[in-house]
């Protein structure tokens, strides 16, 4: 990462904690630049004494959380059963992203935990974005490939199934690990490169309908916000939710 990336990653960070208010229950996300807001709302734990709680999206972020001092909780603990199902049952998610494309579309998953992401996305009354300008893109799959999280057995028949829908599917192999990638959930990870997504909400539906599949990292109509990092500057752009 560069310099210029990392400042650019930090001043995003900032920026998403300076959202978060007493009280509130959160999504901390993964990666490298929700690492920076993790820490960040860490400290206004620590210096002000705000009181936050967050369902962490991989062991990685629970990790840091604790570390950072934002206490963490599981879904089991913030009461879903008891919440009615037309509240979002976490106020705020903040999360990293690959590509960012029109309508807020998005590819995750570079760390592999794009299918707790998803989950706790999902859960959110609003699912903040925070990149650097270097993930805006046009017209999504043409930059970062869509992580498809499966189960070991169904991994030939996954990536068959995945060049059918055009293309090109390849295991993700540990860089410090002799063979796959292994996820939070033991499973594997396929990188299908699509070479430009036309269709991102068919596409969706019909990753998921492949048998085999846990999830993706295609994130149709999640996102309400995206911050954007470039310089000292960060832009904020909001996506109303057409569902939920
Ligand atoms: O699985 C990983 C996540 O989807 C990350 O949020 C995403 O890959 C962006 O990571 P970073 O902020 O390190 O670029």
Redesign the pocket.
């Known amino acids: 990462m560069s310099d210029s990336q990392a400042d650019a ?1 930090r001043a995003v960070g900032h920026a998403a904690a300076a959202l978060v208010e007493d009280g509130m229950t959160l999504g901390l ?7 920076f807001a993790i820490e960040a709302i860490g400290r206004r734990v620590r210096d002000e004494g705000l009181d936050v709680r967050g369902v962490p ?2 062991y990685a972020a629970e990790r840091l959380a604790r570390e950072s001092g934002v206490p963490v909780v599981t879904l089991d603990e913030i009461g879903l059963d008891t919440l009615p199902t037309s509240r979002s049952p976490l106020d705020l998610a903040l ?4 590509e960012v494309g029109p309508a807020l579309g998005l590819i ?7 299918v707790r ?1 998803k989950v706790v996305a999902s859960l959110a009354a609003r699912f903040v974005v ?3 300008a270097s ?1 805006e893109v046009e017209r999504l799959g043409t930059q970062a490939p869509v ?1 498809v999280e499966v189960l070991p057995f169904a991994e030939p028949a996954v990536a068959r199934a995945l060049r059918g829908l055009g293309a090109e599917a390849t295991l993700r192999m540990g860089e410090k690990k002799d063979g796959p990638v292994v996820t939070d959930q033991g499973l594997w990870v396929l990188d299908a490169r699509f070479d430009g997504i036309d269709d991102p909400a068919g596409l969706d539906v019909a990753i998921d309908g492949i048998p085999g599949v846990l999830g993706h ?1 295609l994130f149709v109509g999640l996102a309400t916000d995206v911050l954007v990092g470039g310089g000292e500057q960060v832009r904020h752009v909001v996506q109303p939710r057409e569902r939920g």
């Open positions: 990653k996300g993964t990666g490298s630049t929700t690492a999206t991989s999360d990293g992203a690959d995750k998953g570079r760390g592999a935990a794009h992401e925070l990149v650097d993930k992580p990292g």
